[in-house]
Nanobody, 118 residues
Framework: QVQLVESGGGFVQAGGSLRLSCVAS????????MGWFRQAPGKSREFVAV???????RSYGDSVKGRFTISTNKADTVYLQMNSLKPEDTAVYYC????????????WGQGTQVTVSS
């Protein structure tokens, strides 16, 4: 198991920026793929971004492409830099991990709230 702790959420006006962090601990998490997901009230969980620890392989959800950037410090922390935020980005953001090659994410953080005002 990998333990994940998110931080960095908050309240921001539209057009602003926030950076989320996710600190991983536990097993050899370098063998894991790291993702960010979000869930807005009344909506299903949505994929935001994913990366390998090296950062060589990254992809994004269509709604955040060009605005959000996922990265790691290649040690124990995954970041999500969020720019040009919109009110529709308001959600609880979750960090997640899965083993390379696995289909499902089976390690989740507790989530951090992001609220974007118009």
């Amino acid at each position: 198991q990998v333990q994940l702790v998110e931080s960095g959420g908050g309240f921001v006006q539209a057009g602003g920026s926030l950076r989320l962090s996710c600190v991983a601990s536990g097993r050899t998490y370098s063998r894991y793929v790291m993702g960010w997901f979000r869930q807005a009230p009344g909506k299903s969980r949505e994929f935001v971004a994913v990366t390998t620890w090296s950062g060589e392989n990254r992809s994004y959800g269509d709604s955040v492409k060009g605005r959000f950037t996922i990265s790691t410090n290649k040690a124990d922390t995954v970041y999500l830099q969020m720019n040009s935020l919109k009110p529709e980005d308001t959600a609880v953001y979750y960090c997640a991990a899965k083993l390379l090659g696995a289909r499902l994410y089976d390690n989740w953080g507790q989530g951090t709230q992001v609220t974007v005002s118009s």
